[in-house]
């Protein structure tokens, strides 16, 4: 049995503790009295874990078993999370592999012929062959691809089909393939309490005409979090439109969940309380910080991307989205959520090297804001780990790099919108049918692997409700003309970033500090 | 292009922010707030069996008094008392001592009679002890030490027994772990439990003055070779029929008149009508931690009593 998350509260003995700053991580000491909340202990994965694909297949929540769903004639879609999920990228066999390999058998041997797979990328860019290769297992790839295995496409106007409207008026829109199949199998992994549940297809394969409805600034703000799905206005959009799919199209879910081993054994002390580091784990963060100094910087990026993660699974569930998601849920708390007492004046995150948005690539300085002030921040229910005008410090050196392939409209956003302003719903109103409907951005979303066009707009959005909760922004460690970009303040130390703090919220404030790896979901009472 | 984190990547920064917190082992205090959450590392019984043996015996005995009693005696003023009560006492016998400093052990090795002290074993704490090999086979080496839990978790099943029966005396701190202000805390029964079960004595032993000379988080005793006492008392003998509760409420009360010895002299603290065992020289009642360290760490007075 492991422990459960915890808040501690920095005394005289405690050490030095670690906090990311993108392709790197440091030990910063904490003053006296900030409070660290810590996640439970990793849980142990599931032993058998194709025993627990197979029993979750055959007796689903609210759902027939798949076997009895799959016949001869019919149209089967198998649609999956795309390379966003889950972060870090998990280790080979990757969980869709497994569970789509039995969906597969189960389709062989009912005589499923006319089966189609496609990554539910909605506007991220296309996976790779090698991508989608590594996620779907060499088997799956090569009787599909690339005929029957493909990315979602949601330009492809002939192949989009509007499904209906929901009572507030929201398109639902998706792909033409899954919507008019007889089954949807979706494989899902959910890292966070926002992925998984109605999110899947309606999200996952939709067009921008649907997206549109709720990645607006409005129901951003009013997400609180976001990762409290019954507190989110952005996931009651959700709820709306899979009621509109449910009449529509019959969608067999296959959710998993993974524990906290968000990083492999030769950096063991990322996933370790810091007194509880041995002499190894000491030894080993210093080697690991000597040579991530050392190492060029191609290098170093690709020995961050290259270390997948050895997650154990902690559940899979399957069956009719409604009724599998809490489950899912269930699963993400038991391995996240950690209890703490109120608010603080000034709430301190360390952002890692990856988001969704950049795995196998770079991490430019709009992912930079919507990783802190969008997804870390959101690691909340009830209330935000920091008051109302309370500050807000991350780590992070948000260097002034972009990948040309991937975030081609992320450039262009950078240097002509932020420079005018920073304002999310300014930038909605005047900016974003112009990034949403440019015919070059639009074709390299579709024919190269760029983000759709709008995707940076999205990521503004993203953090459109810590923009407004927060007093002030300061990243630690940051370049000074990137931030300020950015309009955000820069400190070289955490003692200067809270001595900037200290103009906003007073002399003593009071801090926590939201440690990760791993992630924890903090319950602010 | 700027490597992220260059200018603190330093080894040398690194290391210090590694050591802030950490002990010359790497081993950090668990902070207050998270002891509830502390899981016990588990730990196999680390052998000491090669260190009864009589080679290992002969280098202990020479370590001991060639090296140990020397150094102790230098660094402070030790003032034995009462090992004329020990004349006429064969072996086992449990010796049963307060504990307030790493000074404590070597300062009853050295006063113990050749007799007893080259056939002594001394319950060492499993956690602190015996965690590293290095520490652990100087342990046992030095002092004849064998592990003891002192978290009662018991996964360790106790040697002691074991050893009285190889007819081993032992010196154990029932206390469980070294004072943290300098007084006494409650007396367990395992010592009692030991003499009880074998029929074996118990000699009641007060030491005074260690925790004023060298107190925890201290390397070395203070300057000034302060003075400490250690005070032997009459051997106990476990009365037929009594169980270990009585016996150890009996050898509580040995220890803390021992310990009034010090303050009071020996017939004023004979004649001290509270019981011990209830009463012990816990300190300062409730008037805040400073005023109990402030006391227990007042050096001894030069002269005797």
């Known amino acids: ?525 | 292009m700027r490597r992220p984190g260059k200018a603190r990547a330093g080894v040398a920064e690194s290391l210090r922010l590694l050591a802030q917190g950490r002990d010359l082992r790497g081993r950090a205090t668990v902070p207050r707030s998270a002891q509830e959450w502390e899981e016990e590392p588990e730990r196999g019984r680390f052998p000491t069996a090669w260190a009864r043996t009589p080679v290992a015996g002969a280098v202990r005995y020479g370590l001991q008094r060639g090296l140990l009693k020397p150094t102790a005696w230098s660094v402070c003023a030790p003032d034995v008392r009462g090992l004329e009560r020990l004349e006429g006492l064969r072996g086992p016998v449990v010796f049963v001592a307060n504990h307030a400093s790493h000074l404590d052990t070597p300062l009853i090795l050295g006063s113990l009679p050749p007799r007893f002290a080259r056939r002594i074993a001394v319950g060492a704490a499993a956690d602190y002890f015996f965690d590293t090999p290095w520490r652990a086979v100087l342990t046992a080496l030095a002092i004849n030490g064998f592990p003891v839990e002192r978290k009662g978790s018991g996964r360790l099943r106790s040697l002691a027994p074991q050893l009285v029966a190889e007819r081993w005396s032992l010196l154990l701190f029932p206390e469980g772990t070294r004072s943290e202000d300098g007084w006494m805390k409650r007396v367990r029964a395992g010592s009692a439990h030991l003499c009880c079960g074998f029929g074996i004595p118990a000699v009641p032993i007060a030491v005074r003055g260690s925790y004023a000379a060298m107190p925890r988080g201290r390397g070395w005793p203070v300057p000034g070779r302060p003075r400490v006492s250690v005070r032997y008392g009459d051997p106990l003998y476990p009365e037929a029929g009594e169980n270990a509760w009585d016996f150890n409420s009996r050898l509580s009360t040995a220890v803390a008149r021992l310990w009034n010895e010090e303050d009071i002299g020996w017939y004023a603290a004979l004649r001290e009508p509270r019981d011990a065992a209830v009463a012990r020289p816990a300190g300062p009642p409730a008037a805040g931690s400073w005023r109990r360290s402030w006391e227990a760490g007042r050096p001894l007075p030069k002269s005797r009593p």
């Open chain 1, 1 to 525: 049995m492991g422990r459960p998350g915890f808040v501690l509260e920095v005394d005289e003995r405690t050490p030095a503790l670690l906090v990311n700053e993108g392709e790197a991580a440091r030990l910063e000491r904490f003053p006296l009295g900030t409070r660290v909340i810590y996640p439970p202990d990793s849980l142990p994965g599931i032993r058998d874990v194709g025993g627990a694909i197979r029993q979750a297949l055959l007796h689903p929540h609210g759902e027939d078993p798949l076997p009895a769903l799959l016949r001869p004639g019919m149209r089967l879609t198998i649609v999956f999370d795309d390379i966003s999920l889950p972060l870090p990228q998990m280790r080979a066999p990757d969980m869709r592999q497994r569970i789509i390999e039995q969906v597969l058998e189960m389709a062989a041997a009912a005589g499923v012929d006319d089966v189609e797979l496609l990554a539910a990328n909605a506007l991220h860019r296309r996976m790779t062959a090698a991508e989608l290769k590594r996620t779907v297992g060499d088997r799956v790839f090569r009787s599909f691809f690339p005929g029957h295995l493909n990315n979602h496409d949601a330009e492809d106007r002939a192949n989009l089909t509007e499904v209906g409207t929901t009572r507030h008026g929201e398109v639902v829109e998706i792909n033409r393939r899954a919507a008019e199949s007889d089954l949807i199998v979706y494989v899902n992994i959910t890292l966070t309490g926002m992925s998984g549940g109605a999110k899947s297809v309606a999200v996952g394969l939709a067009s921008y005409r649907s997206l549109r409805h709720h990645h607006n600034v409005h129901t951003l703000r009013h997400s609180r979090s976001f990762n409290d799905p019954p507190q989110s206005a952005m996931h009651h959009s959700y709820d709306r439109m899979a009621a509109v799919l449910a009449g529509h199209v019959r969608v067999f879910t296959v959710e998993s969940t993974v524990n906290g081993d968000s990083y492999p054994p030769q950096v063991g002390f990322m996933n370790k309380r810091e007194w509880e580091w041995s002499p190894a784990d000491q030894a080993s963060y210093l080697a690991f910080r000597k040579l991530n100094a050392m190492a060029p910087a191609k290098m170093r990026r690709q020995m961050w991307q290259r270390s997948h993660a050895p997650y154990g699974i902690t559940g899979v569930h399957a069956g009719a989205p409604a009724e599998v998601h809490p489950h899912t849920l269930a699963n993400v708390h038991r391995q996240q959520l950690t209890e703490i007492d109120g608010q603080s004046d000034i709430g301190v995150w360390g952002l890692p090297f990856i988001c969704p948005y950049n795995v196998n690539s770079i991490m430019n300085p709009i992912l930079v804001m919507s990783l802190g002030l969008g997804y870390f921040f959101n690691l909340y229910r009830n209330k935000p780990i920091v008051r109302q005008g309370g500050v807000g410090i991350f780590y992070h050196p948000m260097p002034e790099e972009f990948h040309p392939v991937h975030h081609p409209s992320y450039i262009d956003f950078y240097e002509s919108v932020l420079s005018r302003t920073k304002d999310p719903a300014l930038i909605e109103e005047k900016y974003e049918e112009q990034f949403a409907t440019d015919p070059w951005y639009t074709h390299l979303y579709r024919t190269s692997h760029a983000y759709h066009g709008v995707h940076p707009l999205y990521m503004w959005y993203w953090g459109a409700h810590a923009l407004q909760h927060l007093g002030d922004v300061i990243f630690v460690g940051a370049e000074r003309g990137t931030a300020s970009r950015l309009g955000f303040r820069t400190a070289s130390t955490l003692g200067d970033a809270l001595e900037m703090a200290r103009e906003t919220v007073g002399s003593s404030p009071s801090i926590t500090y939201h440690h990760s790896p791993p992630l924890a979901l903090a319950d602010v009472r």
